[in-house]
């Protein structure tokens, strides 16, 4: 008896790497553009967390004998009208990136989740008000919404977070109220109601653990559009306030003048913005294609 | 089909109601008093009034609600958004002159969008999986990933120090000069819809793999018609039909994608006009576009949804 038992333990070799591991392998072995996004975006992670270490200047670190020099050695992204390095203000661009990015895109996610699934479940009068709240919010551009924000409450990124957060978070609860209309008739959750399990319980134990792989796709593609959002606002001078080196603001404002002597001024920024978006969304899509079949081909 | 008509403008009724409501808390009921902020930044506007006036013209010195209803039933009644602050003519005659042009630039762009997204979509899903299909594919997630900010100030830029050229930001109305006027417009229209196709290119592939695999089409392959014919007449008009909601889930993306490159290129429309406001504060102006914007939308998306009616008879009976 013990020997058939031990033969059982020892055929079943299991795999050392652990879930994560695992999905690395799939991402690489089934999605390689997706994977190489996906290493582009952690270097964007590392770049905007380390930025303080990696730029060789300061933000704002002004050198008048420098003005608008094109790259060098020295200044691979050039210099801008006042002696700044480019490179360094686009490291620090990628800060503001990220602390914005992950914060308004994880708001939004967070009420995303909250409204989907009080709305997914409980459905009825509730659900019905609601979907009609979220048909007349999601009617007003998202750029038209925060522009009026920011006429009334002045620029600055608590509130570029909070309205970005509010905005995405409630036109994204959608996406999560539709996961949760097909999770909720499951049989499992027939069983729970049964059982007399209470709604909380259902939710958090039942419904929230099979709805995460389109909340992680949520999150992820919500990232790409909060960045690119920012960065329109920026341009239009109504982000971040200057100094501060927003992706967005550095193509606009004093510098755009100076791009006609200093072309570089319009690129590397550019650059920046559409690599950092483009690699995010193709990291997002082929999440999406891994994690959740569903919903492949839509957006 | 009028039941279908009827039941559609029905339920806009809540949405607008909620939409209304939506701009007016925006505005009025933010932490942060509005004339505050006018006359602490010493505003054009509020320069040569006191505070009293302002709270008067702006219809502050009520309770909230009388606000609401007494703004709403202007609005509704009389057509009345209220005087601009800045230079005291009405917001509605103001909006009725931008409003054509945004809806003109946005009109280009969104036939710029469908010109490029259904003949790509179409090949990507015909030559499924090949190379064709992969760069289609990468490419529209590029320009979905691509600011459009960025492309119009590289279109300002280089063009004028390579070769001495810039683009033409002297307005000139449609009515004026037809010619002139288009090919101001053309520029941002292109880059606008550029920016649109990607979304629009994906779901064309997706629809036409899925008509694709249907019976009608296998028929038709099997009676040995020309793969034009069967790709033309049989698949894409079946597929073509939820591309047409798409055109309604976009506007919000065409009005606001056209305010950037309305500040770029100088175009005097919605977005500019928005613009100059906020730079004024002159809030009635704010208001005005802000509710028109969310209701244009509104309105195409109905008509988006009646067409689906007439396009594809099975919604109607539903």
């Given at each position: 008896?013990?020997?058939?038992?031990d033969?059982?333990?020892t055929?079943?070799?299991?795999?050392?790497?652990?879930p994560?591991?695992?999905?690395?392998?799939?991402?690489?072995?089934?999605?390689?553009?997706?994977?190489?996004c996906a290493?582009i975006?952690?270097?964007?992670?590392?770049?905007?967390?380390?930025?303080?270490?990696?730029?060789?200047?300061?933000?704002?670190?002004?050198?008048?004998?420098?003005?608008?020099?094109?790259?060098?050695?020295?200044y691979?992204?050039?210099?801008?009208n006042?002696?700044?390095?480019?490179?360094?203000?686009?490291?620090?661009?990628?800060?503001?990136?990220?602390?914005?990015?992950?914060?308004?895109?994880?708001?939004?996610?967070?009420?995303?989740?909250?409204?989907g699934?009080?709305t997914g479940?409980?459905?009825?009068?509730?659900?019905?008000?609601?979907?009609?709240?979220?048909?007349?919010w999601?009617?007003?551009?998202?750029?038209?919404?925060?522009?009026?924000?920011?006429?009334?409450?002045?620029?600055?990124?608590?509130?570029i977070?909070?309205?970005?957060?509010?905005?995405l978070?409630?036109a994204?609860?959608?996406?999560?109220?539709?996961?949760?209309?097909?999770?909720r008739?499951?049989?499992?959750?027939?069983?729970?109601?049964?059982t007399?399990?209470?709604?909380?319980?259902?939710?958090?134990?039942?419904?929230?653990?099979?709805v995460?792989?389109?909340?992680?796709?949520?999150?992820?593609?919500?990232?790409?559009?909060?960045?690119l959002?920012?960065?329109?606002?920026?341009?239009?001078?109504?982000?971040?306030?200057?100094?501060?080196?927003?992706?967005?603001?550095?193509?606009?404002?004093?510098?755009?003048?100076?791009?006609?002597?200093?072309?570089?001024?319009?690129?590397?920024?550019?650059?920046?913005?559409t690599v950092?978006?483009?690699?995010?969304?193709?990291?997002?899509?082929?999440?999406?294609?891994?994690?959740?079949?569903?919903?492949?081909?839509?957006? | 089909?009028?039941?279908?008509?009827?039941?559609r403008?029905?339920?806009?009724?809540?949405?607008?109601?909620?939409?209304?409501?939506?701009?007016?808390?925006?505005?009025?009921?933010i932490?942060?008093?509005?004339?505050?902020?006018?006359?602490?930044?010493?505003?054009?506007?509020?320069g040569?009034?006191s505070?009293?006036q302002l709270?008067m013209?702006?219809?502050?010195?009520?309770?909230?609600?009388l606000?609401?209803?007494?703004?709403?039933?202007?609005i509704?009644?009389?057509?009345?958004?209220?005087?601009?602050?800045?230079?005291?003519?009405?917001?509605?005659?103001?909006?009725?002159?931008?409003?054509?042009?945004?809806?003109e630039?946005?009109?280009?762009?969104?036939?710029?969008?469908?010109?490029?997204?259904?003949?790509i979509?179409?090949?990507?899903?015909?030559?499924?999986?090949?190379a064709?299909?992969?760069?289609?594919?990468?490419?529209?997630?590029?320009?979905?990933?691509?600011?459009?900010?960025?492309?119009?100030?590289?279109?300002m830029?280089?063009?004028?120090?390579?070769?001495?050229?810039?683009?033409?930001?002297?307005?000139?109305?449609f009515?004026?000069?037809?010619?002139?006027?288009?090919?101001q417009?053309?520029?941002?229209?292109?880059?606008?819809?550029c920016?649109?196709?990607?979304v629009?290119?994906?779901?064309t592939?997706?629809?036409?793999?899925?008509?694709?695999?249907?019976?009608?089409?296998?028929?038709?392959?099997?009676?040995?018609?020309?793969?034009?014919?069967v790709?033309?007449?049989?698949?894409?008009?079946?597929?073509?039909?939820?591309?047409?909601?798409?055109?309604?889930?976009q506007?919000?993306?065409?009005?606001?994608?056209?305010?950037?490159?309305?500040?770029?290129?100088?175009?005097?429309?919605?977005?500019?006009?928005?613009?100059?406001?906020?730079?004024?504060?002159?809030?009635?102006?704010?208001?005005g576009?802000?509710?028109?914007?969310?209701?244009?939308?509104?309105?195409?998306?109905?008509?988006?949804?009646?067409?689906?009616?007439?396009?594809?008879p099975?919604?109607?009976?539903?």
């Open positions: 008896m013990a020997s058939i038992a033969t059982a333990v055929t079943a070799p299991r795999p050392a790497r652990g994560f591991m695992r999905f690395v392998v799939r991402l690489v072995r089934e999605k390689p553009l997706g994977a190489v290493a975006f952690m270097l964007f992670l590392f770049c905007g967390i380390f930025a303080d270490v990696l730029a060789p200047y300061g933000m704002n670190q002004i050198s008048p004998l420098n003005r608008l020099k094109p790259p060098s050695l020295q691979p992204f050039g210099t801008d006042l002696g700044r390095d480019m490179l360094s203000r686009c490291l620090y661009g990628a800060q503001l990136s990220v602390i914005i990015g992950f914060c308004a895109a994880g708001l939004a996610t967070i009420i995303s989740v909250v409204l699934i009080l479940y409980l459905g009825g009068k509730f659900d019905l008000v609601t979907q009609r709240f979220v048909d007349a999601m009617s007003f551009p998202d750029l038209i919404i925060l522009i009026v924000v920011v006429s009334v409450l002045g620029p600055g990124m608590p509130q977070i909070a309205t970005l957060g509010l905005l978070g409630i994204g609860s959608r996406i999560i109220r539709s996961a949760v209309v097909s999770v008739e499951n049989m499992y959750v027939h069983a729970a109601q049964s007399g399990a209470s709604t909380f319980r259902i939710l958090w134990r039942h419904i929230l653990p099979n995460m792989p389109p909340v992680i796709v949520l999150f992820t593609t919500r990232l790409g559009v909060v960045i959002i920012e960065s329109g606002l920026s341009f239009l001078g109504l982000g971040v306030p200057p100094p501060a080196p927003t992706w967005g603001g550095m193509l606009s404002g004093a510098g755009r003048t100076f791009m006609y002597q200093g072309p570089w001024l319009a690129l590397a920024p550019g650059l920046c913005l950092v978006v483009y690699a995010t969304n193709m990291f997002g899509d082929a999440l999406r294609d891994l994690l959740d079949p569903r919903m492949r081909g839509s957006r | 089909m009028q039941a279908y008509i009827a039941r403008l029905l339920a806009l009724i809540p949405t607008l109601f909620f939409a209304s409501l939506i701009v007016f808390v925006t505005v009025r009921l932490p942060g008093d509005i004339i505050d902020l006018m006359l602490s930044s010493n505003d054009i506007s509020a040569k009034k505070r009293e709270e013209a702006l219809g502050l010195d009520q309770p909230m609600y606000q609401y209803f007494r703004w709403i039933y202007a509704l009644i009389q057509g009345d958004f209220g005087k601009s602050l800045w230079q005291n003519t009405p917001v509605a005659e103001q909006l009725l002159v931008r409003l054509p042009i945004t809806f630039l946005g009109a280009l762009a969104l036939l710029v969008a469908l010109a490029v997204a259904i003949p979509g179409v090949y990507s899903a015909i030559r499924q999986d090949s064709g299909d992969y760069v289609a594919r990468s490419f529209s997630i590029l320009m979905l990933s691509v600011p459009s900010f960025w492309v119009g100030t590289m279109v830029v280089f063009p004028s120090i390579w070769w001495g050229w810039s683009p033409d930001v002297k307005f000139v109305p009515s004026q000069d037809p010619l002139r006027n288009l090919g417009m053309a520029i941002p229209a292109i880059i606008l819809g920016a649109l196709s990607a629009t290119m994906r779901l592939r997706t629809m036409m793999l899925e008509v694709l695999r249907q019976d009608y089409v296998r028929t038709a392959w099997a009676k040995g018609l020309d793969e034009k014919l790709v033309v007449r049989h698949a894409l008009r079946n597929a073509l039909i939820p591309v047409v909601t798409l055109i309604g889930l506007a919000p993306l065409l009005i606001g994608g056209a305010v950037i490159l309305e500040q770029i290129f100088v175009i005097p429309g919605m977005g500019l006009l928005l613009l100059d406001a906020v730079s004024q504060r002159d809030y009635p102006i704010i208001t576009v802000f509710l028109i914007v969310g209701v244009a939308v509104m309105v195409i998306n109905l008509i988006v949804d009646l067409s689906y009616g007439v396009l594809d099975k919604v109607r009976y539903r």
